[in-house]
């Protein structure tokens, strides 16, 4: 019940509702891609980016192509809505690690070299971060053996 329940909240873009009920879901099969895959964009647009950098992390080194193979439309990505909503906003906030960590997250679902830019340009904000190397390092592996 609660996937269905969550499923719905996440079409509708209810990110809180929608992430109490994968999180449930999450904690009896952890090993559901797609719903690790919901829980990373409601993580990011609820502001626990900690969490979605951890569970990120943990998807695309088991399986980056199941980000990177998001279809926008077939699969119900909400990414490139909430990437325009993200860039378009100009305040304080913009200047933050966490800013562009979470723009980092999203591209990946659209487009995997701005994904990687916008990773680069959050290691300079925060250099000792181990999250954004094991995501530097697993994306830059992916382009590596891609091209």
């Not at 980016?49 to 279809?71: Q, R, S």
């Not at 966490?98 to 340009?121: H, T």
């Amino acid at each position: 019940m609660s996937e269905m329940l969550g499923n719905q909240y996440f079409m509708a873009r209810n990110y809180p509702a929608a992430q109490k009920e994968l999180e449930e879901v999450h904690f009896n099969d952890p090993s559901n891609k797609s719903i690790i895959k919901k829980l990373i964009i409601c993580y990011t647009q609820t502001g626990k980016v900690k969490e979605a950098i951890n569970l990120f992390n943990k998807l695309i080194n088991e399986d980056i192509d199941f980000i990177i193979d998001t279809h926008p439309q077939l699969d119900d990505c909400p990414c490139p809505e909430l990437i325009e909503k993200i860039e378009s906003r100009g305040d304080v906030v913009e200047k933050s690690c966490d800013y562009y960590l979470v723009l980092g997250i999203v591209w990946l679902y659209c487009d995997i070299k701005k994904s990687y830019d916008y990773f680069k340009i959050s290691k300079e904000m925060d250099p000792e971060n181990k999250q954004i190397d094991m995501a530097l390092e697993i994306i830059e592996n992916h382009l590596h053996y891609q091209n």
